[in-house]
């Protein structure tokens, strides 16, 4: 239950269904659902997610070891801000948070990115 789509040249608006994903939904909206939440403009950058993911985790890593938790990074690591805050990484169940990454992934897999310099900004809104 998530949605994309372009409102004007180069900007996507993407609606996240959060009661759909459970603990994962609502750590995206406590954490992108203000106004003003820190995070200035957020831009898909595809480039170098796995690096960003790795780092915004591992301080956290093997804490929720043989439980059925996840770490949910928020805003994701196909992300980069121009705000000064960090990711929010939670421990969330897991099948919510796969079942948000990969409906977020599919709704945004229009938005081609062919280079690092060609970026599209994302402003999100939570139903």
Sequence with gaps: MV????????????????RAYGDAGQHWKKVLG???????????????????????IWPMKGLYKGQPADLDECPGAMFIWTGDEEAS???????????????????????????RDMLWEVRFRFA
């Design 3 to 18: 949605t994309a789509r372009e409102i004007v040249p180069g900007v996507v608006e993407v609606v996240i269904h959060y």
């Design 34 to 56: 203000r106004a003003n939440h820190g995070y200035g403009q957020i831009y898909i950058e595809r480039f170098g997610a796995d690096a960003r993911r790795r780092d915004n």
């Design 89 to 115: 990484v939670e421990p969330v169940f897991y099948f919510n948070n796969r079942a948000l990454g990969s409906d977020l992934g599919y709704a945004l897999s229009p938005f081609e990115q062919r280079s």
